[in-house]
């Protein structure tokens, strides 16, 4: 396997790295396609695009790949969170369980990444509906239950 030096900005090198390793730090934004890299039994320093078996850049989606998407209901769920938190809890309880299966969908690659974020509010605030709801009931427990231990 090929070895690579890899020259940074401040002018330090690093290497013999492999091409995983270019990879890797090209992911993680340490190189992109203007640092400087040579073969391990070179001396010319190249820019990273000049070294196609180098290049991790990943293909943008092409529009047929996104029409194999299931469309996303994350407007609805966001719709129903609102409204299970506002004024009514059946419509949390549902915007909690679509929000979750949606998000395993999306998650799975099956479904339209773009309503990530309303999917998700919609699903938070339909947790959260839930929770006003049983601490308003067991809110109002607590005199019944008051009530009743006074009665022996």
């Known amino acids: 396997m090929q070895k690579f030096y890899f020259k940074s900005d401040d002018g330090e090198e690093y290497g013999p790295i492999s091409e995983i390793d270019v990879r890797e730090w090209q992911n993680q934004g340490r190189m992109n ?62 915007a909690w369980v679509m929000g979750h299966a949606d998000m395993k969908l999306i998650d799975s690659g099956e479904m339209d990444p ?27 427990l607590i005199p019944v239950l008051f009530e009743l231990s006074q009665m022996q």
């Open 33 to 94: 396609s203007e640092s400087l890299v040579r073969y391990e039994d070179s001396e010319d320093w190249l820019p990273l695009s000049n070294f196609p078996e180098l290049s991790s850049t990943p293909q943008p989606p092409t529009q047929q790949d996104s029409q194999n998407f299931q469309p996303h209901r994350g407007t609805m769920i966001l719709i129903f969170g609102i409204l299970g938190v506002s004024c009514c809890f059946p419509f949390g309880i549902a």
């Open 114 to 140: 773009t309503g990530r974020g309303m999917t998700n509010g919609g699903k938070i605030c339909g947790i959260i509906s839930v929770i006003i709801f049983v601490l308003g009931c067991g809110l109002n």
